[in-house]
């Protein structure tokens, strides 16, 4: 879709009241009149209990159908609202995503006796401890399923990792020993090897796993009718399985089925790799822009705007970054906080919405607020400007105007179908001025500033050339109205 948007449809602190399915419906199709045309959900199988945001996945199963972990219900709701939700998502043209976790599951039904050793947990490649029996939580029978759609169960062969011996009660990150077992290398690098990241971590190199997340993709895409998957921990996950599984995805539900990974690394070396050995086929979080948007918004009028798309998957691999500026593990108190200050939220969403490459998603508590302890106001009307701009000005090729470091812009030419041109102007200083040329075919026009804040006229002249304003600290959006 062209100038396609995502929302993100959760922040961390969405209350536990099994009501958010419900409320979401209810918004659709506002959503969908504010110019959204995707939304990605939060994971909705059964996790350790209703307080669980999902990513401490018990049973893929279970989408609020099974008195199991304490209640039918998810935190987000029960298996008729989410079925009700994409119905209704889809009867008003907007796309659905499901957050899919395959990296680990938690909340084992019983433990079982295995061979382990202990590594050390800031150098997994390290062993700490001789081999020796341990006691984890590593099985999974499902008894309040009883069976019901799929028979597998999951035991320690399934698995290359716990965090903790139930034998002694000492926690760790314990590798589990055996034939064929070990950690996959086709992960990021960090802390040695980050193949384990939390519970009972899935040993994808397993004929046998392998087999079922064939068989429950294929469940899932049938019962709920989603649209594509976004890939929880893509870096904690072997490359040589994602590759097999996206070419799986795509062989069994088509091309136009979206899938998109959350690969958390600010390192274009990394990324570049990551993305070589999964054959480019997984879009990717720009994980780099996001950090940029952060130091900039940090370092105030010192930063260098012209280096803002450095290091950035958009930079770099423009048909397959997913833009965003925040999400649920950025936002404030979060392990990976690393949010964006308010100030400099409408020029960071202008930098994803109004320009050429790029799928950008809006965050949930950006768009209608965060809750929690540390509660931010969300900024709905300024997104819904700036996704308004995009669906009617931002379309065509992009003339960057990146000379001076503190005032930069850009142009988007238009095309066939939209032939108007949009003038983009950025300070991270005072209000400032910047002179960009539209085009020859533009003289005499008198262009206005889309965003509201300014009330001057630009008048193109005979060259195609405005000089266009951008509020101190802030963006404009300038085109002929």
């Known amino acids: 879709m062209e100038n396609a948007v995502m929302l993100q449809g959760f922040e961390w602190y969405i209350p536990d009241d099994g009501n958010h399915f419900k409320n979401l419906k209810e918004l659709i199709p506002e959503l969908k009149k504010s110019g959204f045309d995707s939304i990605w959900l939060p994971p909705f199988c059964k996790a350790t209990g209703t307080n669980d945001n999902g990513y401490g996945i018990y049973d893929l199963y279970d989408l609020g159908e099974f008195d199991q972990k304490g209640n039918k219900r998810t935190k987000y709701g029960t298996r008729e609202d989410l079925i009700d939700l994409i119905d209704t998502s889809h009867k008003n ?7 899919i976790v395959m990296n680990h599951k938690a909340g084992a039904d019983y433990t079982e006796k295995f061979q382990a050793v202990e590594v050390d947990p800031n150098d997994r490649t390290k062993d700490i401890s001789d081999q020796h029996e341990i006691e984890g939580w590593t099985g999974f029978d499902f008894p309040g399923r009883k069976g019901k759609y799929s028979e597998f169960k999951w035991n320690f062969n399934h698995f290359t990792g716990v965090d903790m011996d139930n034998k002694t009660g000492k926690t760790g990150i314990f590798r589990i020993v055996g034939e064929n077992k070990g950690w996959a290398y ?38 709920t009718k989603v649209d594509g998957f976004r890939i929880d921990a893509a ?15 795509e062989s069994t539900f088509g091309p136009d089925f979206y899938c998109f990974g959350e690969y958390w690394v600010n ?20 994980v780099g822009l996001h950090f940029n948007l952060f130091n900039a918004a940090v370092g105030g009028g010192d930063y260098d705007l012209r280096k803002i798309f450095d290091n950035s998957v958009v930079k770099e691999y423009p048909t397959i970054a997913v833009t965003f500026v925040d999400n649920h593990d950025s936002q404030p108190g979060e392990a990976l906080s690393s949010f964006v200050d308010p100030w400099f939220k409408r020029i960071a969403y202008g930098l994803i919405l109004l320009r050429k490459d790029g799928y950008p998603c809006v965050f949930y508590g950006d768009y209608y607020g965060i809750k929690g302890d540390q509660p931010v106001e969300g900024m709905k009307e300024i997104i819904d400007n700036l996704i308004f701009i995009r669906k009617n000005y931002a379309y065509g090729e992009q003339d960057d105007y990146f000379e001076d470091p503190h005032t930069i812009g850009f142009v988007r030419k238009g095309n066939e179908k939209h032939p108007g041109r949009l003038a983009v102007a950025i300070t991270n200083r005072d209000r400032s001025e910047i002179k960009m040329n539209v085009g020859k075919d533009q003289a005499g026009k008198i262009y206005r500033d889309l965003t509201g804040q300014l009330n001057e006229e630009v008048t193109i002249d005979e060259e195609g050339n405005g000089v266009f304003i951008a509020p101190a600290g802030s963006i404009s959006a300038w085109a002929n109205k």
């Open 93 to 99: 043209g907007i796309l659905v995503y499901a957050d």
């Open 186 to 223: 086709g992960v990021s690098g960090e802390k040695g090897n980050f193949d384990y990241l939390m519970f009972a971590n899935i040993d994808h190199s397993h004929p046998d796993v392998f087999n079922e997340f064939k068989s429950w993709t294929k469940w899932l895409v049938d019962n």
């Open 267 to 286: 390192d274009p070396n990394q990324t570049g790799h990551y993305l070589y050995e999964t054959e480019y086929n997984l879009d990717i979080f720009d």
């Open 235 to 249: 870096k904690h996950i072997d490359d040589i399985f994602m590759a097999k599984f996206i070419d799986h995805v």
